[in-house]
């Protein structure tokens, strides 16, 4: 099959949500909210008597989800088929978010400039990795 004919059968797709589990819905939430100006589209009981809560914009969100009792912290993803090894977060102003993120008491790490844009990573009380993006 042609380029030509693979690029005709394709169709519109966007990635709507990702579902992470962590300690507390409610703490890291806020978190994403404070720090993105996201807001809770949904929150509510979950499957195995677990709680979620969907936060983000009006076309795409996190899902959270928190069991019922205490988890053990996932392995280091990098090393393990099918981790999650961070969500990207593009912004606007990467500088005004950075101070967010520092003055919630978050170290951001490895800095890069790159064609078309700049980033930088940090890490949640959860452990899951966040990387910001912005290419203004």
């Known amino acids: 099959m042609s ?3 693979l690029q005709m059968e394709r169709f519109m797709t966007e990635l709507e ?3 992470v589990t ?3 819905v409610d ?3 806020k978190l994403l909210c404070d720090l993105f100006g ?3 589209r949904w929150q509510g009981p979950s499957i195995h008597e677990g709680r979620s809560a969907h936060v983000g914009s009006a076309s795409s969100y996190l899902a959270l989800y928190s069991p019922p009792s205490a988890t053990e912290p996932a392995a280091e993803s990098y090393h393990k088929r099918a981790g999650l090894n961070h969500i990207g977060i593009v912004v606007d102003d990467l500088d ?3 101070a967010r993120i520092k003055a919630k ?3 951001p790490n490895s800095h890069q400039d790159y064609e078309p844009g700049r980033r930088f990573y940090f890490d949640d009380e959860n452990g899951i990795e966040f990387e910001i993006i912005s290419y203004a």
């Open 3 to 5: 380029r030509n004919n």
């Open 17 to 19: 949500h990702i579902n």
């Open 22 to 24: 962590v300690q507390d």
């Open 27 to 29: 703490v890291t939430a």
């Open 38 to 40: 996201w807001e809770v």
């Open 96 to 98: 005004a978010v950075e």
């Open 105 to 107: 008491g978050y170290v």
